[in-house]
């Protein structure tokens, strides 16, 4: 029996399509009483994605490994893991005056030397980590989220930071006002909750390595509930002063605590150019 070469194509295109959604399916959700997905508890980044300390390779500084018994070879041995997925080498795309500044920025503050393919670059001291800012925030460490019908609120036990996202079209902030975590304005599509950001200063980095941007930097983050306790978190940055194109960072937050579990966070609180803590905490290296 012929098969209409319509059909066969028709056929085809059912099985790709069928094949696509089934890679994007998520399992279903819990809603809160007012339909939005429930996001609500403590999450933190996932084992074994990138981190933090590097947005663009993950390493830590040799000597904090060394401290917890790594040997040279293993240091070695580190494979990349970069957050970067849409930028030539899953590098920062500086402009130029800007992989300066960077360069200038890692070597001033002095640290342990890490060599690549790309560049070498210094280790930022550790007693510079106080001021976290958005989107470092987000993968940086333990958060809790609260939601309410009109507002998503995201705290942080490291240095008591916080969010706070209106769902709604609110009145933006003058142009000229810049805030530590800018101004955020979210939106759900879907399972998808979109989070825009504008109006940051130029006061954080994207690492400790002192990846830096500048006050014109703009954020668009999506975070795609996968199930109740998995998001694939994904952030598009926009800085037109200082790099060559927009580029995303992608990792995954894990829950740790629902809310019933009724976990606490701690206040904690940092201050940045403590040179003193190895008193206290011996051993801390300075």
Known sequence: MRIPI????????????????????????????DGQPDIQGFWTEAPGGPEAVNVETAFQTADSLRVTGWTD?????????????????????YQLWAMKRHEEIVHRYGGDEI????????DVSSELLCVIGTPRLMFFAD????????VIVMQWERSSDFRIIPLSNTTPVPGAVKLHNGDSRGHWEGNTLVIETSNLNDWSWFDSKGSFHTDGMTLVERLTVMDAKTIDYKVTVTDPKAFTQ????????????????????????CVSGERALDKPVPGVRR
């Open 115 to 122: 060599t690549d393919k790309v560049r070498t670059v210094r």
């Open 143 to 150: 958060f809790q989220i609260v939601q309410t019908p009109g």
């Open 246 to 269: 927009p580029w995303t960072m992608n990792f995954t937050l894990k829950q740790r605590y629902a809310p019933s579990q009724h976990f606490e966070i701690f206040e904690t609180a």
């Open 73 to 93: 070879a293993q240091l070695a041995a580190r494979v990349p893991v970069s957050a970067i997925i849409d930028a030539p080498g899953r590098r920062i795309p």
């Open 6 to 33: 319509a059909a066969v194509a028709i056929g085809m295109s059912l099985c790709f399509t069928t094949g696509a959604f089934a890679q994007q399916r998520t399992a279903p959700v819990a809603r809160t009483p």
